[in-house]
Structure formats: structure tokens, C-alpha cells
């Protein structure tokens, strides 16, 4: 059974830098994506960035573009999200996910089909 758990949210300012991780378990995880998706009070689940885990190819949402990093430690079968310059719009839930879909450039929520619980990103200005 697929198991993602995410690590790392909190309360930061604007302009600030948070880390999050998502430990992964229960299947090989080399050429699926792994991506991190977040929503917003109100709002629809937004996807933010992937990675597919071998080679490293990475898709970003325009809107963290420059500002949030990707990255993976396949020994540790853990995937992390760097956070810089953040703006009260990235506040949200931030989920880990991954897909069933062999080597499939999940750009969208509904191309994923193991989620995390999820964790709290709050950004105030």
C-alpha cells in the first residue's frame, strides 16, 4: 500500500523560506511522478510542482516559478519542496501525491492517485 507523509508546514512571513518532505513508502517509485499540490480556503486543489523520479525531469506551475525548488533523495525515498520568497497566495494545504501512470507529466490534480494527508503552509504579510 502506497504511504506518502508529509513534513515540514508552519507559519512563516512574507518574503520567508519554508521546507517541506514527503516520505514515501510501499512501491517503487522510479519513473512516476511525485509532485506537491496545494489548496486554498475556498479554492480548488492547484497543482505546484512535480518531479519524474528517475531522471529528475521537473514541471512548475508558473506562479512558484523561480521561488520553490523540487528535489529528491532516492536513497531515503523522500521527496522535498524548497519554498523561498513566499507570498500570503501560497498559503494552503500542501499535499504530497504521486501517480500510477508510468512516466506521465502530472500537471493536474486529477493525474494523481495517492495523496498525503496533506500539510498547512500559512504565509502572513
Known amino acids: 500500500q502506497v504511504l506518502l507523509v508529509e513534513f515540514g508546514g508552519g507559519l512563516v512571513q512574507a518574503g520567508g523560506s519554508l521546507r517541506l518532505s514527503c516520505a514515501a513508502s510501499g512501491r517503487t517509485f522510479s519513473n512516476y511522478a511525485m509532485g506537491w499540490l496545494r489548496q486554498a480556503p475556498g479554492k480548488e486543489r492547484e497543482f505546484v510542482v512535480a518531479?519524474?523520479?528517475?531522471?529528475?525531469?521537473?514541471y512548475y506551475a508558473d506562479s512558484v516559478k523561480g521561488r520553490f525548488t523540487i528535489s529528491r533523495d532516492n536513497a531515503k525515498d523522500t521527496v522535498y519542496l524548497q519554498m523561498n520568497s513566499l507570498r500570503p497566495g501560497d498559503t494552503g494545504v500542501y499535499y504530497c501525491a504521486t501517480s500510477l501512470v508510468y512516466r506521465i507529466e502530472a500537471v493536474t490534480a486529477s493525474q494523481y492517485d495517492y495523496w498525503g494527508e496533506g500539510t498547512q503552509v500559512t504565509v502572513s504579510s
Open positions: 518531479i519524474i523520479w528517475s531522471g529528475g525531469n521537473t
